[in-house]
């Protein structure tokens, strides 16, 4: 079982930046491939990062290629987003998500609302 709490939400004007943080609980944390997603009012769960167990592997939705950066640290249990050059349209809830690769087990936080004001 692992347990994923986000934090580093918040409103920000556009143009800002913000950094999420996902901390995971429990010894297996570099076993799962992480990613962040998100979710806008009225809008499906959309995916927005991806990072390989080990971080030598990322991949990124098109609009935020370029303005956003996925990064994990194995040793504090914890992935990051780091979103620069925000636009209104970044405002939703973000999820953490951790993926046993190859097996049908996942995880998802809480979300954390970020909120870009034009």
């Known amino acids: 079982q692992v347990q994923l709490v986000e934090s580093g939400g918040g409103l920000v004007q556009a143009g800002g930046s913000l950094r999420l943080s996902c901390a995971a609980s429990?010894?297996?944390?570099?076993?799962?491939?992480m990613g962040w997603f998100r979710q806008a009012p009225g809008k499906e769960r959309e995916f927005v990062a991806a990072i390989s167990r080990g971080g030598g592997t990322t991949n990124y939705e098109d609009s935020v290629k370029g303005r956003f950066t996925i990064s994990r640290d194995n040793a504090k249990n914890t992935v990051y987003l780091q979103m620069n050059s925000l636009k209104p349209e970044d405002t939703a809830v973000y999820y953490c998500h951790a993926d046993m690769t190859g097996l049908p087990i996942e995880y998802w936080g809480q979300g954390t609302q970020v909120t870009v004001s034009s």
């Open positions: 429990g010894r297996t944390f570099s076993s799962y491939a």
